[in-house]
């Protein structure tokens, strides 16, 4: 049974930084960030590989955020510097399960955690 929890949501001002954590991505191949803001569709904002630790980002926060991932923690991280007002969303973790490739589709993805919001507003 996964159940992913999120954390280290928050309120900064434009320019600030937060952690977020997911925890729970034992047995996974693939742990994707997603974000939402509202009336707005899904979108994903970075992925990791879990075996080769490779890594994606959307255009949007290349250069700003880092996924990384804690193996003893069993916890992947997402480190956001230099937010913007564009980055306010609620963001959600995603798994996909050990022994499967590491789509790029939300449909892919069969476990999702709980989602934490991010507000960034002077």
């Known amino acids: 049974q996964v159940h992913l929890v999120e954390s280290g949501g928050g309120s900064v001002q434009p320019g600030g930084s937060l952690r977020l954590s997911c925890e729970d991505t034992?047995?996974?191949?693939?742990i994707a960030w997603f974000r939402q803001a509202p009336g707005q569709e899904r979108e994903r904002v970075a992925r990791?590989?879990?075996?080769?630790?490779?890594?994606w980002y959307a255009d949007s926060v290349k250069g700003r955020f880092t996924i990384s991932q804690d193996n003893a923690k069993n916890t992947v991280y997402l480190q956001m510097n230099d937010l913007k007002p564009e980055d306010t969303a609620t963001y959600y973790c995603?798994?996909?399960?050990?022994?499967?490739?590491?789509?790029?589709?939300?449909?892919?993805?069969?476990?999702w955690g709980q989602g934490t919001q991010v507000t960034v507003s002077s």
């Open positions: 034992s047995n996974t191949s693939c």
């Open positions: 990791i590989y879990s075996e080769s630790s490779g890594t």
């Open positions: 995603a798994t996909i399960p050990r022994g499967n490739p590491c789509y790029a589709q939300e449909f892919a993805y069969p476990y």
